[in-house]
């Protein structure tokens, strides 16, 4: 398992497993599969509908809660001082944990910035009440991070953001980790039938003997970005872990940068 660390000492996976679009229904075997394969960290979000289920399945595990590192997100409709506080007790409660790894602002309210600066602190208050290790915003552009480190008093250390081979978001990603952020990437391997079955991907797949997904999640992490890749499929989810034993050269991650195409494949 490759780690690396926050910028306040906590180490944390640069693997992990997501529940986004998981039917609660589907969680308890799909969280049980990714634990048996060696994931330890799980990337949720109050929105996603299914914390409740991710709870139990944690629970089920038998794991020791401080070999895992778990992460969850304030909803839009949630921020505000007052309401950000009490989502955060309503996710503990769902997810049947003491603490939280990793709590971030889910967006930022591009109509009220100051409603997500009060959201910030909040997530300060949570972190001086030792109730979460670290805390962090997600989908946060240059302009907005730099009105947050204005005014905190504990400067995020994670900007979770979409990254792929489509959209490798080099200048946001300098500046986070310029700037002390740790980055990390949501929707790592895009949708597969665009990126799985670009040329370039698959040609390293077959000089390294690897799938395409593994190729893709191998850069993401040799270039610094924590990601989650999300699967129901028992086989998928093995397969999406086992990229250890192998690097990338400088070179082919060059070649997979220059894919770059800055396009959202999760939203216009």
């Not at 306040?8 to 039917?23: A, Q, S």
């Not at 949630?78 to 309401?83: F, H, V």
């Not at 962090?136 to 552009?141: A, K, L, P, R, T």
Request: net charge negative.
């Amino acid at each position: 398992m490759e780690t690396t660390q926050l910028s306040n000492g906590v180490t944390i996976p640069m693997l992990g497993f997501g529940t986004y679009l998981i039917d609660s229904k589907d969680v308890p075997a799909a969280v049980k599969t990714a634990l048996d394969a060696g994931y330890r960290h799980l990337d949720c979000a109050h929105i996603y509908g299914n914390e409740p289920a991710v709870g139990t399945a944690i629970k089920a595990s038998g794991i020791d809660r401080s070999d895992l590192f778990i992460t969850s997100k304030v909803w839009n409709a949630d921020q505000g001082y007052d309401k950000t506080l009490a989502a955060f007790d309503q996710t503990l409660s769902d997810l049947q944990l003491d603490y939280l790894d990793l709590y971030l602002i889910h967006w930022p309210n591009e109509e009220n910035f100051d409603l997500t600066l009060d959201t910030w602190r909040a997530l300060e208050t949570l972190y001086q009440q030792k109730k979460v290790r670290a805390i962090g915003v997600s989908n946060f552009s240059e302009d907005q991070l730099n009105q947050v480190f204005a005014m905190a008093k504990v400067k995020p250390m994670v900007n979770q953001i979409e990254r792929h081979p489509y959209k490798v978001q080099a200048e946001l990603g300098k500046f986070d980790t310029d700037n002390g952020v740790l980055n990390e990437g949501y929707s790592p391997i895009g949708h597969g039938h665009l990126i799985l079955e670009d040329p370039v991907i698959t040609k390293l797949a077959d000089k390294y003997g690897k799938s395409p997904a593994q190729i893709v999640l191998r850069w993401q992490v040799d270039t610094g970005f924590v990601v989650f890749p999300k699967s129901s499929k028992p086989a998928r989810v093995r397969e999406n872990f086992e990229i250890s034993g192998f690097h990338l050269t400088a070179e082919e991650i060059a070649e997979i940068n220059g894919l770059d195409q800055d396009k959202h494949l999760n939203y216009d």
